[in-house]
């Protein structure tokens, strides 16, 4: 099993930060521009919580 390293945790933490404050910017550092960022970008402007929800999401699975 690996572990991730302080920095690697510490990047993570700042994506979803990021996420929850502007959920398309979190899904974009994170995937960058191909359908979850679009996808974000419809969940947010429906509704806030879907879209950090989603963003939350992508950043976790990596």
């Not at 398309?24 to 679009?38: A, M, R, T």
């Amino acid at each position: 099993m690996a572990t991730k390293t302080g920095d690697s945790l510490l990047g993570d933490f700042l994506r979803i930060l990021l996420a929850i404050l502007l959920p398309p910017l979190g899904v974009f550092f994170e995937v960058g521009l191909g359908k979850h960022f679009w996808l974000n970008i419809l969940l947010t402007i429906l509704g806030y919580i879907p879209g950090i929800i989603h963003a939350v999401y992508i950043i976790a699975k990596k």
